[in-house]
Structures are given as structure tokens and as C-alpha cells.
């Protein structure tokens, strides 16, 4: 917000010339952003003067020739082409040898023939900025305002005859919880509070004050009356009164605080309107009475569909949640937005109504988000603007008013305060404001420095030193719990003045276990030459639908935006899988050969959790293509994490109805229980995945050669009642298999892709890395392999459980190695080969014992599951 300096210091009573006043205002919190100063000497030569004369130019239709009277030396001869020049105009010129923005010289010259002695100013050629220039010679020469045409001025420096000379002017941040601070007077507060100088009150026309001069006989109420029908709207909406007036230009002293201040001057009453908006921080609006029929203002929420032109010409049409001013028949402006082309003031308006209203500023913003209207008024109200402070702007613009002579103010207003607004209570306590800021102020310090700011406050109880109860100002809104008040007496008492020391407490850094087991988990995948990527979590609905998951109530459980960019980032994801395999997408159509990429990532789901929000879990999610990346390589990554994690071996079932996957290509991952991964029992052998012996050489991240085991390996280890079952814990995490075929044509995929999905925060909850010291072994381990015919359909798992049962306490571990199936094996059969290894930890296995063992499996598989050792 840009503020004259000046301006603020007229509410500040010796506040005039104060030294370092943008230093002292960022060390009390006021950010800024520039400071700037007008008539700073970078222009030069340009003085006030006079047109004595106005004629054309005899060679040309589009010049005239003007004689300039500029001080006292003789009158000089310019020629120009504005349009807007007339004799006795008083304007900026610019001598011979004038410097103007941007080291822009002038000299004096001929044009068709005719001299040309100087040169006349525009305000844009001033340095001005075009959005401030006024209405009137927007596209002309400056023709200067009535206060500053005198003869005693010409030839004086422009911005000395303006008043202008080196005024400075501060651009303030202001931040979202500081509205009060979107005013001239509220940073003249902070200014008076920082230097701990009085604050002038604003000079306002009450509607009821004795000798004010009102007309007799005639009230506000006479024209209008006031009814808000959406009171959760509209907390207070006022109405007065001006009659015979005239619209015209402003004095300049409005005009030089408005073009400052960054905005245009159009007539006096917008004018008015402007000031007090940027004095006071409340928007304020004018109607043109005859316009406002039945002679009554309703604020009410408009019909859907209705159409509405604004004063910027554009029609719109309105949802029925806009909030309408309306009169006896229609709307006559969006509430706290803009106004409406039917009711605005003309050059023939002598009647107006000037409304002063508090809105809520969630309406506000809802109706200039829908209606793409951001105004100056819009942008205060969404920040909030109190309902006490109405009266006070409406009585200021009805000072202003009658100060100007811009019309007759009527005594009484039209005041319609559903809910008067209350003024809160703080208990503050004095030791815990010491204790955040590390000062030793004392009750009474607190209390002087919070009255510098206009805040009460009073010590209660006869202990002054331990609680403050704090009243704050109804313009106040950021004001709401102790820690905002020990903010206040923090930056008054200056930043630069608190302590600095080191913390006391001995408090280490760390990180979350979730948080420092994606970094786990991270290490491992990029460890297999996985690179990890970030997709939005903004994104189209229609991605569930590309892999398939349209039926699935999870991922179809939307949270939507209320206001997005587009119908593609629309939603917030419930998987990562359509983000994942879109990269995997782009980079096969761009050519890779392979691929592997992982993310871990939020998904968000509508469907509420305990406090009733909507849910939000870590995801993990990678794809594969290319040599060498198919199933078992993820699955071998899969038991390497769960390695890492603690988890013993992850539990496989097989998922036929999972439609982003293929059918016969697919796995749950389920977590093993909690006793089986602590060595209760001893399930982790007959779980192992399949891996060739001495397969190391080929490659595979955890068993390698398991790309030339069958698929259907995989399907029989899940098949079996004792996998499945016995073993098979409640926990669900996620899925690992190849992607449907239709899923990949619907992303352009010409090759087979495998993907896995898992929660991440189920698994991290679970994982257990806490390392138990485990002796070496001290004696050797026999091995054995075994060869054994068996049905087709009976499944590996099985098998698996029959020998880890009956293999006993000394059986180390069982791994299948091999399956075929070929001429030496009859139809209907397959040959599956495992390899075991016993070790007895308290001595040396001999034959006989390994013997033993091995007879009680055979017979076991013989007679459980009708195997045979094959003996070709």
C-alpha cells in the first residue's frame, strides 16, 4: 500500500520530520517494500506556467500554438499538439535544456517552420504514473487545478508550485491479518506508537450533532430505509444522505493525497468515496437516489442465473449465493464488490445515498472468485472490515462533503445493526510475555506500551504482575489470543532490543521414524537403479479411469477443489499409479529402452477420518520396464525393503480381480504377523522366494534368475491353503504385479510394464529396525537338493510347508531352485527341485541326522501331497 509520509503524519501531532521513519517502522513489524520520493531533483528546469495565447499552427491541422507566460523573463512561443489547451490554463513547462525521467533532454526547436521554445508536460511525462493521472487530462497536457493558478507561483519549480518537492512516499507490505493497516490511519497508528506520540482522532459530521448545519426539516430517513435480510452477510449497513450536489473536480489537496497514494482522481464525490476508503481502510459507495426505487435498500442474496451489469459495462450473471444491494425491484451493486451501471452517479446527479457496510468477508471473497472482479473495496472487505468502524467512515465522508461544498448533508442516518459487534477480552499473563520475548517487563511497562497502540489494558487483582486483562480495539481482528498480544509489546519494545542467547535446553535434532525410513527406502530402490520422481497431487479424475479403477469406491473417493485451474487438476490424488505410469509413458515414447522409476507420496481420499477431515496417507508406488525389470525383479526389490525394515519376508496372494493388473500376473503383499517376524515360529523358510543356485552372476537385486522361473510359480506358491491361510496375516499393503494390457494401449505402452503399490505408512508403523546381535554360526551345514514329481496343479507353497514342518528344528532353510517340465517328465507332472540346508547350532550334523531329517520329509510329501523323487 503506498502512503504519502506526509499524510500520515497530519493524525500525528509533532510527528512532522521524524528521522528514520521507514528504519523505525520495519524494526515495529511494518514491512516495506520501496520508498520513493516525488520531485526528488531528477527532473529539472520544469516550472509552472501560464497559457496567455492559443492559436493554430498555419502548417498544420493537429498543432497549435501557444504563448507561455513562465515567470519573469519574456513570454515564450511552444508548440504543441495536445488537444486540451486553451488560454489561461495553467501547466507544466519545460524550458530549454529541462531534464525530465529517464535524462530525456529538451531543446529549443522549430516545428513546421515555427519556433518551439520549450516543451508542455503532460503528468505521465513527469514522472507519474499513467493509473494516477487525473480523469481529465489523462491523454493530454496537465492542466494544473484551480488552488495552484496564481500569478505569485509561475516560474517556480513544478513539484515546489505543486507542493510536491521531494514528498515521499512509503510502498507498505501489508500482511493478511493486519486490515487495519490497509489505511493511512491505521499505519499513522503504528507511526505515533513507534515515536510514543499522540494520535489525533478523525474529523467527522455526525448525523445527529447540534449545529452541524443540516437543512431543517428533512432526515435521511425521509429518502431511504434499510433492511438486511442475510444478517450472516451483512453484519451493518448504513445509509446517509447528500443533497444539491455538484459533481466537479476536487481541490487539489485530494487529489495530490489520492495521486500519491496511488489512485486516479475522477470527480469529488468518487473522489471522496476513494479517500476515505484509503484513509480509513472501509470501502464506501454512492448511489444516485433517483435510481434506488421505493425508496428503500435491501441486502439479500441474489436469484441463480440472474443477470447484472456492473459499472464497469460488463453483464454477469449471479450465483444465488451473491449478496445483492437491492432496492424495492432490483440489484443495484454486488455487495462489497462493485456497483451497478444503474445506479451510478451522473453529471446531473444531485441526490445521493452514501452507503457505508460491513460485509463477511468469506461472501466477499466467494462472489469476486466466481465473478473474476477484484476491486480496492473487495480487497479490504476479504480481509475484514469492522462493523464499529462503519459509522465513523460514513460520518467522514459526510464531513468531507460538506468541507468541499460538494453538497448539503442531511441530519440522521439509516443504521441497520442486526448483531453490534462486541469487543473481546484477552487474559494475557505478565511471566509468560517475559518468558516468550526473554524480557523483564513489568505489568505497567506492558500496559504503557499496548495504550501506545490504543489497546487496553488493566492488571488484574491486586498482583500486578500477573495477569493483564486485555481489551482490544473492535479494529483490531488479529488480535484474538495471548500470543498476539505479547507480539504487540515484542515489536514496540523493538526487536532490536531483545536479548540474543543461545537456548537453554539440550535438545538434539532428529527426524520421525516415517521420516527417516523413506530415506531407507530411498537408499534401497535407487540402490536397484530405480529413480525417483514427484508427480502433482492435483490431477484429473479421468486418470483412475485410464487404469481401470472406475468401479473402485477408494479411488474414486475425490477430494475436489473448489477452485481449480482446470477439469486436469481438478482433484487431489487417490493413487500414485496414473501419475507413475504417465512418466513411464513418456519416457517410452520418447525411446528409452528401460525404465524404473518410484515415488512416495500423499494420496488424499473424501472419505473423513475421526476428526472429519478428509483421509491422507504415504504411498509408495514404482514401475519397471525394459531387460531385465519384470515381476520377480520388483518382488526381489519388495523383500530386499521389507528386509531393511525389519518385516522378514513380505507374503504373497495371488489377485486375479485387481483390473489395473493382469490377471494371472498379480499379487497382494500382505505383512506377515508380528509373532511369526519375531522367531515364534519359524514360517520364513517355506515363504522364500524361488531362486536358481549360484544364480548371482545373472543380475537379480535380491535372488538373481528368477526371471527364468515360470509365472505360474507364482500362482502356486499363492495357491496353497497353508500360505494362504496359516500364514497369511490380516494386513493388507498394497499390490505388485504386470499392468493390464488395456491399461497399457489407454497410456501408449507397447511394452509389458510391472508396478507396485503399497502404504507406506502401514509399513512404517510396522517396521522393526532395531538390530539383535546373532552369532555365526559355529558349525558347518550340510546341504541337500531334492528332485520331486508331482502333480501339475499342486502349488510350490505347499510343498514348502510339508518340508519346513517336517524338516524340523535343524532344517536351516528351503529354497526351490527349479521347475520343469519336459520329456522326462510324463503329462500332467512337473518336476520341482529345491535345495536344503541343515545345521545343528549346538554341534557338527552327521550324515545319519541329515539322513533322518530328509526320510521324514520324503515320506511326508509322499504321503501329504503324493511326490515322488525323480530319478532321471
Not at 105 to 127: P, V, Y
Not at 384 to 412: F, H, M, N, W, Y
Not at 418 to 423: H, L, R, S, T
Not at 571 to 586: C, D, F, H, S
Amino acid at each position: 500500500m503506498l502512503v504519502p509520509v506526509t499524510w500520515m503524519e497530519e493524525y500525528v501531532p509533532g510527528g512532522a520530520g521524524m528521522d528514520g521513519v521507514p528504519e523505525r517502522m520495519v524494526m515495529s513489524g511494518s514491512n516495506i517494500e520501496a520508498v520513493k520520493e516525488i520531485g526528488d531533483g531528477s527532473v529539472e528546469n520544469v516550472v509552472l506556467g501560464r497559457l496567455t495565447d492559443v492559436r493554430p499552427h498555419p502548417d498544420s491541422d493537429h498543432l497549435v500554438i501557444c504563448a507561455v507566460e513562465a515567470g519573469a523573463d519574456a513570454p515564450l512561443q511552444i508548440v504543441t499538439g495536445a488537444p486540451n489547451v486553451k488560454a489561461g490554463d495553467f501547466v507544466p513547462v519545460a524550458l530549454h535544456g529541462a531534464v525530465l525521467p529517464g535524462g530525456i533532454r529538451i531543446k529549443k526547436g522549430k516545428l513546421r517552420g515555427e519556433a518551439s521554445e520549450g516543451m508542455l508536460c503532460s503528468a505521465q511525462e513527469l514522472g507519474f504514473d499513467d493509473k494516477v493521472v487525473p480523469l481529465a487530462c489523462k491523454d493530454g497536457i496537465w492542466i494544473l487545478p484551480e488552488e495552484v493558478r496564481t500569478d505569485a507561483l509561475l516560474g517556480k519549480d513544478i513539484f515546489e508550485a505543486l507542493g510536491l518537492a521531494r514528498a515521499q512516499v512509503i510502498d507498505f507490505e501489508i500482511t493478511p491479518n493486519r486490515p487495519d493497516c490497509l489505511a493511512v490511519y491505521g499505519l499513522a497508528a503504528e507511526y505515533a506508537a513507534v515515536y510514543d506520540l499522540p494520535l489525533d482522532p478523525v474529523a467527522v459530521l455526525e448525523p445527529d450533532a447540534a449545529g452541524a448545519g443540516y437543512p431543517a426539516n428533512k432526515q435521511a430517513s425521509d429518502y431511504i430505509k434499510v433492511e438486511i435480510a442475510k444478517p450472516e452477510h451483512c453484519y451493518r449497513y448504513i445509509a446517509r444522505v447528500a443533497e444539491n450536489v455538484v459533481i466537479k473536480e476536487s481541490p487539489w489537496w485530494l487529489q495530490k493525497k489520492l495521486m500519491l497514494a496511488g489512485m486516479r482522481p475522477i470527480n469529488n464525490i468518487v473522489d471522496i468515496t476513494n479517500y476515505v476508503m484509503l484513509e480509513l481502510g472501509h470501502p464506501i459507495h454512492a448511489f444516485d437516489i433517483r435510481q434506488i426505487e421505493g425508496g428503500r435498500i435491501v441486502v439479500d442474496t441474489a436469484n441463480a442465473g440472474e443477470a447484472f451489469t456492473t459499472l464497469d459495462g460488463t453483464g454477469r450473471t449471479l450465483f444465488e449465493d451473491t449478496l445483492l444491494i437491492k432496492d424495492g425491484r432490483r440489484g443495484v451493486a454486488v455487495a462489497g464488490v462493485m456497483g451497478g451501471l444503474n445506479s451510478e452517479i451522473t453529471d446531473d446527479t444531485r441526490t445521493i445515498l452514501i452507503e457505508a457496510a460491513s460485509f463477511s468477508p468469506d461472501s466477499v471473497r466467494r462472489t469476486s472468485k466466481k465473478l473474476g472482479i477484484r476491486t480496492e473495496a473487495s480487497a479490504r472487505y476479504e480481509k475484514g472490515v469492522p462493523a464499529e468502524l462503519s459509522k465513523t467512515a460514513s460520518d467522514r465522508v459526510c464531513q468531507l462533503i460538506a468541507l468541499t461544498g460538494a453538497g448539503t448533508v442531511l441530519a440522521g442516518s439509516a443504521d441497520c445493526y442486526p448483531v453490534p459487534q462486541k469487543q473481546g477480552r484477552i487474559p494475557v499473563r505478565v511471566a509468560r510475555v517475559n518468558a516468550l520475548l526473554g524480557t523483564a517487563l513489568s505489568a505497567d511497562e506492558m500496559i504503557s506500551i499496548l495504550k501506545r497502540l490504543g489497546i487496553g489494558a488493566a492488571a488484574e487483582g491486586a498482583d500486578s504482575d500477573g495477569v493483564l486483562i486485555v481489551t482490544p480495539p473492535t479494529h483490531r481482528l488479529d488480535l484474538i489470543e495471548e500470543v498476539d498480544v505479547v507480539e504487540e509489546v515484542g515489536r514496540i519494545y523493538g526487536y532490536d532490543r531483545l536479548e540474543m542467547a543461545i537456548h537453554a535446553d539440550n535438545a538434539e535434532a532428529g527426524v520421525s521414524k516415517s521420516w527417516a525410513l523413506r530415506g531407507t527406502l530411498r537408499e534401497t530402490l535407487t540402490g536397484f537403479g530405480i529413480s525417483e520422481i514427484q508427480t502433482y497431487s492435483f490431477v484429473s479424475p479421468s486418470g483412475v479411469a485410464l487404469i481401470g479403477a472406475e468401479d473402485d469406491a477408494g479411488k474414486t473417493a475425490f477430494v475436489k477443489l473448489l477452485n481449480p485451474l482446470g477439469e486436469e487438476n481438478s482433484v487431489m490424488r487417490t493413487t500414485l499409479l496414473p501419475g507413475l505410469i504417465e512418466a513411464l509413458a513418456r519416457n517410452y515414447k520418447r525411446s528409452a529402452k528401460s525404465c524404473r522409476l518410484f515415488e512416495i507420496g500423499n494420496t488424499f481420499k473424501g472419505i473423513s477420518n475421526k476428526e472429519g477431515l478428509p483421509t491422507e496417507a504415504l504411498s509408495l508406488c514404482a514401475g519397471v520396464y525394459g531387460e531385465g525389470a519384470d515381476f520377480f525383479f520388483l518382488k526381489g526389490c519388495l523383500e530386499k525393503v521389507f528386509d531393511k525394515f525389519g518385516l522378514g519376508p513380505p507374503v504373497f496372494e495371488e489377485a486375479a480381480d485387481i483390473a489395473t493388473f493382469h490377471p494371472g500376473r498379480c499379487a497382494r503383499v500382505y505383512l506377515r504377523d508380528a509373532s511369526a517376524r519375531q522367531g515364534k515360529t519359524e514360517p520364513t523358510d517355506c515363504v522364500e522366494s524361488p531362486s536358481l543356485r549360484g544364480a548371482q552372476r545373472r543380475g537379480n537385486p535380491r535372488k538373481p534368475g528368477l526371471q527364468d522361473v515360470p509365472m505360474d510359480c507364482l500362482a502356486s506358491l499363492a495357491k496353497t491353503e497353508a500360505f494362504s491361510h496359516s500364514l497369511l496375516p490380516p494386513i493388507v499393503l498394497g499390490v505388485v504385479g504386470e499392468l493390464h494390457p488395456d491399461v497399457l494401449d489407454r497410456f501408449g505402452i507397447g511394452e509389458r510394464v510391472c508396478c507396485l503399490e503399497l502404504d507406506f505408512d502401514k509399513l512404517a508403523s510396522a517396521a522393526d529396525t532395531n538390530r539383535a546381535y546373532t552369532q555365526l554360526p559355529k558349525y558347518p551345514a550340510v546341504l541337500r537338493d531334492i528332485a520331486l514329481l508331482v502333480k501339475d496343479e499342486m502349488p510350490v507353497g505347499q510343498l514348502l510347508e510339508i518340508i519346513r514342518l517336517r524338516g524340523g528344528r535343524i532344517l536351516e532353510a528351503a529354497e526351490l531352485f527349479d521347475v520343469y517340465r519336459g520329456k522326462q517328465v510324463p503329462d500332467g507332472m512337473k518336476s520341482i527341485a529345491f535345495g536344503l540346508t541343515f545345521r545343528d547350532r549346538e554341534k557338527t550334523l552327521t550324515d545319519e541326522d541329515a539322513q533322518r531329517a530328509m526320510a521324514k520329509i520324503l515320506k511326508g510329501l509322499a504321503d501329504e501331497a503324493g511326490a515322488t523323487l525323480r530319478d532321471n
